[in-house]
T-cell receptor, first 117, second 117 residues
């Protein structure tokens, strides 16, 4: 049981390039999330999904897109990368209360450190 | 909108002593959870402790306990017998829940805790 995995761990992009951050969970969780963490700050929600085929915007969605074609995968797409997107990106998943892990606990991946130059 | 405030950017404590991290939040919701997450230098987000708002009893997990004051909207974390491995960023987080569904995690900016030998 790997939990939540993210690839890549590190990436440097040039301004205007695009990339996809991959996220996979093997816990059969319905809910999945993408956060970004800027230096000295807490995590802010970019996008989330409550199940395959359903996604919605979080607090800071501009410049990003997501899709959720399967329960396991929730990729985050950056189009036209900008220096303001330099951050650490975390993917997380959770399941409603009553199941293993306790109610509403979010399980986080190890993060992707992205630098846009 | 909900907000979470951690007023202590940095704290330090001697090994084996006790330290308390502060957190206040603002919400008009009645049904919610509060969490403390730990982020060591590895960047991994680790759930430390969870409190359900409808429970008056304060949550405890081994050396970690909370002081939940619902009327004051205060949720502090006490770490007893501090260990070097407790050195990390600590984030307070809020999540509303409703009808079996859940809202999103809203994080404070974090408190950097250093445990000194």
């Amino acid at each position: 049981n790997a939990g939540v995995t993210q690839t890549p761990k590190f990436r440097i992009l040039k301004i205007g390039q695009s990339m996809t951050l991959q996220c996979t969970q093997d816990m059969n969780h319905n809910y999945m999330y993408w956060y970004r963490q800027d230096p000295g700050m807490g995590l802010k929600l970019i996008y989330y999904s409550v199940g395959a085929g359903i996604t919605d915007k979080g607090e800071v969605p501009n410049g990003y897109n997501v899709s959720r074609s399967t329960t396991e995968d929730f990729p985050l797409r950056l189009e036209l990368a900008a220096p303001s997107q330099t951050s650490v990106y975390f993917c997380a998943s959770s399941t409603p209360g009553g199941l293993a892990g306790g109610p509403y606990e979010q399980f986080f991946g190890p993060g992707t450190r992205l630098t846009v130059l | 909108a909900q907000t979470v405030t951690q007023s202590q950017p940095e704290m330090s404590v001697q090994e084996a002593e006790t330290v308390t991290l502060s957190c206040t939040y603002d919400t008009s919701e009645n049904n919610y959870y509060l969490f403390w997450y730990k982020q060591p230098p590895s960047r991994q987000m680790i759930l430390v402790i969870r409190q359900e708002a409808y429970k008056q009893q304060n949550a405890t997990e081994n050396r970690f306990s909370v002081n939940f004051q619902k009327a004051a909207k205060s949720f502090s974390l006490k770490i007893s017998d501090s260990q070097l491995g407790d050195t990390a960023m600590y984030f307070c987080a809020f999540m509303k829940h409703y009808g079996g569904s859940q809202g999103n995690l809203i994080f404070g900016k974090g408190t950097k805790l250093s445990v000194k030998p």
